[in-house]
C-alpha cells in the first residue's frame, strides 16, 4: 500500500511539474464589456480606447517588440474594442513566442476571444 502512494505521489509531482503556467489576467477583460454608468468611467473608457487605438496604429512601426508583447498588445485591443481584424496579427505574435508554455497560453486567450466574439454575433 505504501508503494501505491508513493506511485501516486510521484504521478502528481510529475503533474504539477508540467502544469502550464497561469493566463496572465488584465483589467482590460472585466472593465471593457460591463456596461459603465458614471460620466468619470465614460471618460477613462474613451481614453483607454484612444490608447489602444494609437498602439495598434504604432505597432508595424514598432519593428523591436518581443512576440509577447506584440501578443499583448493586440489582446487587449481585441478583449475592449471586440476588433475581429486584430485576431489574426495576434495569432501570428502567440505563434512567434517561443516558451511553449506562454505561446500555450497565449493561444488558449485566442481561442476564448474567438469563442466571445462569436456569441456577441449570435
Known amino acids: 500500500m505504501e508503494n501505491d502512494d508513493s506511485q501516486d505521489n510521484q504521478a502528481a509531482a510529475a503533474l504539477a511539474a508540467h502544469a502550464p503556467a497561469q493566463p496572465i489576467t488584465t483589467d482590460i477583460n472585466t472593465t471593457a464589456r460591463q456596461p459603465t454608468t458614471t460620466s468619470r468611467t465614460k471618460d477613462l473608457d474613451k481614453t483607454k480606447r484612444r490608447a489602444l487605438e494609437a498602439l495598434v496604429a504604432l505597432m508595424p512601426q514598432l519593428n523591436n517588440l518581443e512576440p ?4 499583448r498588445i ?3 485591443a481585441i478583449r475592449f474594442t471586440d476588433d475581429q481584424n486584430l485576431v489574426d496579427a495576434a495569432l501570428d505574435a502567440g505563434l512567434a513566442i517561443e516558451d511553449a508554455e506562454t505561446q500555450a497560453n ?3 486567450e485566442i481561442v476564448a476571444e474567438i469563442n466571445y466574439l462569436e456569441q456577441q454575433d449570435q
Open 106 to 108: 497565449a493561444l488558449l
Open 68 to 71: 509577447e508583447q506584440r501578443f
Open 74 to 76: 493586440c489582446i487587449e
